[in-house]
């Protein structure tokens, strides 16, 4: 069986400021933090925000991102068949990463604030040494692009961490054991 692939492979009409974004043709989620955000339609009033379907135009990659993690996190190969899978695999990367900040005895604050912690943290992007992927993404063309990249992805991580937080505490005691069973997988062998 192979890998979920996103369903943004064909979505062209994101608009982008630079070429080194459009290895992530994903818009950046809804939320205030500023440049190079896109804003999405509001959700209709039947709908959860963690429900929401992927036909719908509220529906974004940190959705998708949530919704394909413990699918897709169990394979070793991913083959990518365009840009919006490259977000795919990096949001997969930074769940996992996150997963292992989150302990079974945590408080829902305890939780909240070490994936707040954890999205915040310097991190490597596309052409640094550090980052597991380089082979998979162009590195920046120049310093702006890569400050440009970097708010993007921070962008991404601080919503991941806020909508799996949401996921992990949504029966209000501990974090789900459904989330924290694939906290020791490694997507593809690899980690960020």
């Avoid at 429900?51 to 699918?71: G, N, Q, T």
């Avoid at 040494?129 to 993007?152: G, K, S």
């Avoid at 992990?168 to 062998?189: D, H, I, N, T, V």
Wanted: charged fraction near 25%; proline fraction near 11%; glycine fraction near 4%.
């Amino acid at each position: 069986m192979p890998a979920y692939h996103s369903i943004f492979l064909e979505d062209r009409d994101v608009p982008l400021s630079t070429s080194t974004l459009r290895q992530f043709p994903c818009p950046p989620p809804p939320h205030p933090y500023s440049r190079p955000a896109y804003t999405l339609p509001p959700l209709p009033a039947d709908v959860s925000d963690m429900d929401v379907p992927p036909d719908s135009e509220s529906y974004d990659c940190v959705d998708e991102i949530l919704s394909l993690f413990r699918a897709n996190v169990l394979f070793r190969n991913f083959e990518i068949n365009g840009p919006a899978d490259r977000m795919l695999i990096y949001g997969t990367l930074f769940i996992s990463e996150c997963l292992g900040k989150v302990k079974p005895g945590m408080t829902s604050r305890e939780a909240e604030k070490a994936l707040i912690n954890v999205s915040l943290d310097h991190f490597a992007i596309p052409g640094d040494v550090a980052f597991p992927l380089n082979q998979a993404f162009e590195p920046p063309r120049d310093r702006q692009d890569a400050e440009t990249l970097r708010q993007y992805l921070s962008q991404v991580r601080q919503e991941i961490a806020i909508r799996l937080h949401a996921r992990l505490y949504a029966g209000g005691e501990g974090p789900s054991k459904w989330w924290l069973s694939f906290a020791k997988r490694k997507f593809m062998g690899k980690s960020l």
